[in-house]
Structure formats: C-alpha cells, structure tokens
C-alpha cells in the first residue's frame, strides 16, 4: 500500500532533549515536505527536499534541521526542543517535484515540557 | 499566491450534493485551484485541481467560474465519512524558479448530518 509513514504518533518529551521524528514513503517520490498544525495558525511549512541531499527551508524553520540522504527518508531533527514546538507535524510526499499533489502521513503529536 | 475565501463552515444532509464554495478573485492567469481535505486531526488529503476547465475525479467535480474568480467543489452524494475540514488553495504550477509552498488556510468545517 502506497503510504508516508511517520513514527513516532505521539511523543512527550521536555525541553533541550533532542529528538527525531522519522518519515518515509514507499512511492518513490522526489519531493518531501514537513508542516506543523497549530490551533488558530493552519498547516505551515517547516522544510522541504526536492530531492536528495537538496533541501530548503520553508515558512517556519528555526529550531528544525532535515536531512535527506536516501529518496525515501525525511527525518525531521530538533536538537534542542522548546515549548513553543509543541504541535501537530505531519510530513508530506509527492511524485512531482515541487509538492502539487501531496500525500500526507497520520501525524506526530509532540508534547515539549 | 492568490488569497482565497472560504466560509468558515457549511451543513449538508448525507445522500445530498455537498457544494462548497471558494473566492479568489485575485487570481492570475497562472495559478491553479487546489482542494485538500482533513478529516479530524489526521493528515489532509488530496482531492482535486485544475486550471480553467471543470475537472472530475472518482472524489469530486471542480467547478470554476469563466472569470476564474470562483470555484466551487462538489461532493455529489456527501457521506458521515466526508465530514472534514477543506482547503481551497491558489497557486503557480510548475517549478517557477522554486518549489513554492501549498498555504493552508483555515478551510470551511463541512459537517454531514445523518
């Protein structure tokens, strides 16, 4: 089954302890996404990767590091997490290389104490 | 990217035809309109796009107006599972230089009652 799958779905974690969310896609796409939900401020963009070791920063990136050494992982990196990254991420995939079409995984709910 | 207008929520009886509305008059000749949905906190999904013409896939119709000013997405027979948050989203297609970002704004809470 063609999906993007993210781990983990929850994580509690406290403030300065680095941490990973992973994600990968079984489809073969170019282009990956990061966004963060927040009440009130919609879905915006964290990083994005058109495609191998190519990466670019989106609305929201500080705090954040990627990195994309295989087509198929897009992990996303806080080193020293903060209260203000408390949110919903999700990652996103898609088959053309600027992210038209984007396949979404179920989401990390990331609590930072 | 053109900004869009969406109401902020709609009610539609299931077995009915779902017609949600979108404004982005300032659209220029470029720009696609894009429709995602999220269903409860789970990530949005892709529904449709397109240009000028109607588009229908096995999910929805697009309607766009002549002018391009509008749009208008169309559930044809809405379900309890197709109650979601949609997106209505304007952008350049393509590569234009760079890879431009899909912004989500806060979409219109469609409920279906039983």
Redesign the interface.
């Known amino acids: 089954e063609a999906q993007?799958t993210q781990n983990p779905r929850y994580l509690i974690t406290v403030t300065g302890k680095k941490l990973t969310v992973t994600c990968s896609q079984n489809m073969n796409h170019e282009?990956m996404?990061w966004y963060r939900q927040d009440p009130g401020l919609?879905?915006r963009?964290i990083y994005?990767s058109?495609n191998v070791e190519v990466t670019?920063k989106?609305?929201v990136p500080e705090g954040y590091k990627v990195s994309r050494k295989e087509k198929r992982n897009f992990p996303l990196i806080l080193e020293s997490p903060s209260p203000n990254q408390t949110s919903?991420y999700?990652c996103?995939s898609s088959s053309d290389?600027?992210?038209?079409?984007?396949?979404?995984?179920?989401?990390t709910?990331l609590s930072v104490l | 990217d053109a900004k869009t207008t969406q109401p902020t929520s709609m009610d539609c009886a299931e077995g009915r035809a779902a017609n949600l509305p979108c404004n982005h008059s300032t659209i220029s000749g470029n720009e696609y309109v894009y429709w995602y949905r999220q269903i409860h906190s789970q990530g949005p999904q892709y529904i449709i796009h397109g240009l000028k013409n109607n588009e229908t896939n096995e999910m929805a119709s697009l309607i766009i107006t002549e002018d391009r000013k509008s749009s208008t997405l169309i559930l044809p027979h809405a379900t309890l599972r197709d109650t979601a948050v949609y997106y209505c989203i304007v952008r350049v297609a393509g590569l234009s230089g760079s890879a431009r970002q899909l912004t989500f704004g806060s979409g219109t809470q469609l409920t279906v009652l039983p």
Not at chain 1, 97 to 107: A, I, T
């Open positions: 993007v282009y996404s919609g879905l963009q994005y058109m670019d989106g609305d919903l999700f996103a290389r600027v992210g038209e079409k984007l396949f979404f995984g179920s989401g709910q």
